[in-house]
């Protein structure tokens, strides 16, 4: 048996150097399903000969695809509600979430005014306030 050729259960054979059949033709991803985003196999770069650009559909796509939604995120939070995330934690996450290391330029705004505390100790200072996740802002 050739090399580049592998069984499948119902013993057919596959050409691995060849695309699957219907895949070109299938969208990359359907309709979310209880939460659940159902998509077709990524492949990977050595199908790339067999792909025109703009079809292709690899692991590496996806990574940049993610990464690139995490950076819109960010700023399309900071147009919707001004300052934008102010909260250096909740910035961690969100690279995490995507995959992405942070820049190390990356700087997250002051508190917003209307966040800070209104009530001031004895010295003048704000009295920090506690957020609705249990954190402490000032």
Same mark, same amino acid.
């Given at each position: 048996?050739?090399?580049?050729?592998?069984?499948?259960?119902?013993?057919?054979?596959?050409?691995?150097?060849?695309?699957?059949?219907?895949?070109?033709?299938? *969208?990359?991803?359907?309709?979310?399903?209880?939460? /659940?985003?159902?998509? &077709?196999?990524? #492949? +990977?770069?050595?199908?790339?000969?067999?792909?025109? *650009?703009?079809?292709?559909?690899?692991?590496?796509? /996806?990574?940049?695809? &993610?990464?690139? #939604? +995490?950076?819109k995120a960010i700023g399309i939070f900071s147009e919707a509600r001004?300052?934008?995330?102010?909260?250096?934690?909740?910035?961690?996450?969100?690279?995490?979430?995507?995959?992405?290391?942070?820049?190390?330029?990356?700087?997250?705004?002051?508190?917003?005014?209307?966040?800070?505390?209104?009530?001031?100790?004895?010295?003048?200072?704000?009295?920090?306030?506690?957020?609705?996740?249990?954190?402490?802002?000032?």
């Open positions: 048996m050739n090399d580049h050729l592998f069984q499948a259960k119902s013993q057919r054979t596959y050409d691995k150097s060849r695309l699957p059949p219907g895949w070109l033709d299938r *969208p990359t991803y359907g309709q979310e399903i209880g939460g /659940i985003v159902p998509s &077709k196999v990524p #492949l +990977g770069e050595a199908y790339n000969d067999c792909i025109v *650009p703009g079809k292709r559909y690899s692991f590496r796509q /996806i990574i940049h695809q &993610k990464r690139v #939604l +995490g950076r001004p300052p934008g995330i102010y909260k250096p934690d909740y910035i961690d996450v969100l690279y995490a979430f995507y995959h992405e290391r942070k820049p190390d330029m990356v700087t997250c705004p002051p508190t917003p005014e209307w966040k800070r505390s209104s009530e001031f100790d004895l010295n003048g200072e704000a009295i920090p306030d506690e957020d609705d996740d249990g954190e402490t802002t000032f």
